[in-house]
Nanobody, 124 residues
């Protein structure tokens, strides 16, 4: 099982951009699908974006399509989430996760490895 660590969160203003990173601190997730999820206070964890182990197949939540981009650099064992045009409703703790089936599904229960999360706060 891989261990994941997110970074890159912070406090930004509406319209700004952030890039989150997720690195495997133990193990490798080259053959894993990867996903980004987020959880706002009082709300359930929700899917944001996912990518297959090749990085070719990608899927996004409707709320972030056209604004967020998931990518991966398997040589560096790292996954990224580029977030543009951030809005206050994007405020949440963002988690990356690894799916050993290599799919990068939107289903939270398909992932068995999770990072600790990084806070993203967008002010209006």
């Amino acid at each position: 099982q891989v261990q994941l660590e997110e970074s890159g969160g912070g406090l930004v203003q509406a319209g700004d951009s952030l890039r989150l990173s997720c690195a495997a601190s133990v193990g490798t997730f080259v053959t894993y699908g990867v996903g980004w999820f987020r959880q706002a206070p009082g709300r359930e964890r929700e899917f944001v974006a996912g990518a297959s182990w090749t990085g070719i197949q990608k899927v996004y939540a409707d709320s972030v399509k056209g604004r967020f981009t998931i990518s991966r650099d398997n040589a560096k064992n790292t996954v990224f989430l580029q977030m543009n045009s951030l809005q206050p409703e994007d405020t949440a703790v963002y988690y990356c996760a690894a799916d050993r089936y290599g799919v990068g599904t939107a289903e939270v229960h398909e992932y068995e490895s999770w990072g600790q999360g990084t806070q993203v706060t967008v002010s209006s």
